[in-house]
């Protein structure tokens, strides 16, 4: 292609780019930032102290047993559950609603019964979080909002 036809073929989408440019740049402007190392450090010591609170307690009402809870910073993972019972939790998940937060916890526990995604793994999660699918679908919308904070 000649310039000349390249120059009139961006001429005729001008339009198109510029608001496809305009909502990029809102929407990087809506971005949050990234959380400073204090902010973070505050975070995991206060993301520690609920999560602990509320592991101990939705692990007595569904009668499972853990060995450890780690709070880490991660990209992609919101909870964890390892085949020696060990626990991880995001620490942004703090920063969530507190019925999101549950959410989790319950999830990783549940893993505790049931280590994969089967059927029965998600009965065991309804049975405490009867409206779980609304818990998962808000956390697919809104939690990678949570993770560019890191």
């Not at 000349?4 to 990087?28: C, G, Q, T, V, Y």
């Amino acid at each position: 292609m000649s310039i000349k036809d390249i120059d009139a073929f961006l001429n005729s989408k001008r339009e198109w780019i510029d608001k496809h440019l305009s909502d990029m740049k809102k929407k990087l402007a809506s971005m949050p930032r990234k959380l400073t190392e204090a902010e973070k450090n505050e975070l995991r010591k206060n993301a520690r102290i609920v999560i602990t609170k509320r592991v101990e307690y939705f692990s007595k009402i569904m009668g499972v047993e853990y060995n450890r809870i780690s709070i880490k910073f991660q990209k992609t993972r919101f909870g964890s559950c390892s085949t020696k019972k060990n626990l991880n939790f995001n620490a942004l998940v703090a920063l969530m609603p507190s019925e999101i937060l549950d959410y989790v916890i319950v999830h990783e526990l549940s893993h505790l019964i049931e280590i994969n995604h089967s059927k029965r793994f998600w009965a065991e999660v309804e049975k405490v979080i009867p409206s779980y699918k609304t818990k998962r679908k808000w956390l697919k919308e809104n939690g990678t909002k949570y993770m560019m904070l890191v």
